[in-house]
Structures are given as C-alpha cells and as structure tokens.
C-alpha cells in the first residue's frame, strides 16, 4: 500500500470557522495536507482520501506555536468557497462605490 501527502497554500481573506475546529480563525494564509492511501487489488494505480489537516502557523517574524487541526475535506472546501465568494463580493461593491463615486465627480 502506497501513501501520498499532497499540501497546498490557501490564503482566507476573512476569518472563518469549521466545525470540526470549534472556534474562529483568523485570516491568513495555512498549509492544508492530505493523505491518501493506493487502493489494492485494481488493474490501476488509484488512491482513496484518509485525512485532510489544516496547518496554522504564527505570521511570519512573530513567535507562537503552529496548530494541526483533522478537518472534514469537504468542511473545508465550503469554508475556501465562502471565503472566495464573500473576497469577490466586496471587490465588486468596491468598483461599484468608485464608479458611483466618480459618476458623482464627472455631474458636478
């Protein structure tokens, strides 16, 4: 049996929650690692998800302690989509309050 560990970087724009962590994080960016195992016994190479751990480590420069959290793969995938949804929400209101703002300029 073959294990693999695939890690990504993904920055929150916003402070957010998951369950299986049971309180707020802060924004910012954490390691997310998944394991996987090799299936045994088909005619190709295939693996099945084990765990997904959710890193938080201290921002750079400043001391304090990395935490590991176990989390539901799928937990966090809603958490990456909230997060992705409401930063690209607020872009939009952004550009719409200077494009009102600069419409207010020009008719002055």
Known sequence: MV???NKKLVTFQFPFSIDDIGKQLPAGEYT???????????????????ETILVERPPKGKPG????????????????????????????????????????TENE
Request: net charge negative; charged share 30%; no cysteine.
């Open 3 to 5: 294990k693999r560990i």
């Open 32 to 50: 997310i690692e998944s394991e996987e195992e090799s299936i045994v016994g088909l005619s190709f190479l295939a693996y099945r998800h084990i």
């Open 65 to 104: 302690a990395t935490h590991y959290w176990s989390v539901d793969h799928e937990a966090l995938a809603k958490a990456i989509e909230a997060d992705s949804d409401r930063f690209l929400e607020s872009k939009r209101t952004a550009a719409s309050a200077r494009q009102t703002s600069s419409q207010e």
